[in-house]
């Protein structure tokens, strides 16, 4: 017979550990409270993979949005080597589209409130992710050289985010000359400024004496189509969910758009500054 005298000898628990299934302090006490913490982390996960999916979709829809938009200014810009009727024609339909449907310049009015909600909506997306991937690694982008931990900053990520603040401030520069007529680079009253006409304001702003407008111009295109071009790959590999088989058509898509954008708006002012556009 089991003697109460042998209870706690070493062996004696573990060989009749059914003896004391009845005592409730010597039942093993496990921590529930880890498993759960377990699971409310993996559907924390979870919703965080999923939000952060859906913050890359926003930012390739709205990024791809600005991409036609850009395709359809730079079209517009390009019928100044037809001459300044067509210029000024197409910079008249643009503010008479489903005229009197809408009132004048309706539509581009709508075209550039969703054109600000699109770029609004990037920017907190791409500000969004950023935090959380700064968050999530601690450093940015660690890779382990088997001694140490190594923080390697991405150089191209950097470039995107000073590039698309440079883009912002230059967006502004562009307004202020070319829609609200506020920056005057051609000289005389802005009552003058307003009576050129579009294809004449355009000539007037890239006169050589104008060569530092022309230098804003092409840093400004250059940082975009870098832009582009990472922001069209990076959305089409985005929609495409990264499939390995189309890495090559995503990057010679991007590839055209980029040098596309590049050309296209910089030729307009290079042939005014050099005077093949007078």
């Known amino acids: 017979m089991i003697g109460a005298e042998n209870r706690g000898k070493p062996g004696f628990d573990r060989c009749y550990g059914r003896a004391n299934l009845g005592r409730s302090n010597d039942i093993p006490r496990y921590s529930f409270d880890r498993f759960k913490n377990v699971a409310t982390s993996t559907v924390d996960s979870v919703k965080g ?43 008249h339909w643009m503010r008479t589209i489903l005229y009197p449907v809408l009132p004048h310049e309706g539509t581009l009015w709508v075209l550039r409130f969703v054109l600000l909600a699109s770029i609004l909506i990037h920017v907190w997306a791409a500000v969004t992710l950023w935090k959380r991937a700064g968050k999530a690694r601690g450093q940015a982008y660690k890779v382990n050289t ?23 401030f230059f967006i502004v520069f562009h307004i202020l000359q070319f829609t609200s007529l506020h920056i005057n680079a051609v000289g005389g009253t802005r009552a003058d400024y307003v009576a050129l006409g579009p294809y004449y304001r355009m000539i ?6 104008n060569w530092w407008v022309y230098v804003i111009y092409l840093i400004a295109i250059a940082a975009l189509a870098f832009h582009m071009h990472h922001g069209v790959w990076s959305a089409l590999a985005t929609l495409g969910l990264s499939r390995s088989n189309r890495e090559k058509a995503y990057k010679v898509i991007a590839d055209v758009v980029a040098l596309a954008i590049f050309v296209g708006f910089m030729t307009p002012p290079t042939a005014i ?3 093949i556009i007078s």
């Not at 993979?49 to 791809?64: D, H, P, Q, S, W």
């Not at 001694?147 to 912002?168: C, D, E, F, P």
């Not at 007037?204 to 004496?209: C, T």
Request: aromatic residues 14%; hydrophobic residues 50%.
């Open 273 to 275: 500054l050099f005077g």
């Open 49 to 91: 993979r999923r939000t952060t999916v859906a913050l890359k979709i926003a930012m390739a829809v709205t990024g791809l949005f600005f991409v036609l938009f850009l395709l359809m200014h730079m079209y517009g810009n390009l019928k100044m080597f037809v001459g300044p009727e067509a210029y000024d024609g197409y910079a």
């Open 146 to 168: 088997g001694k140490k931990i190594t923080a390697i900053h991405s150089y191209t990520g950097s470039l995107m985010r000073w590039g698309g603040i440079a883009l912002a």
């Open 204 to 209: 007037g702003s890239f006169q050589p004496e």
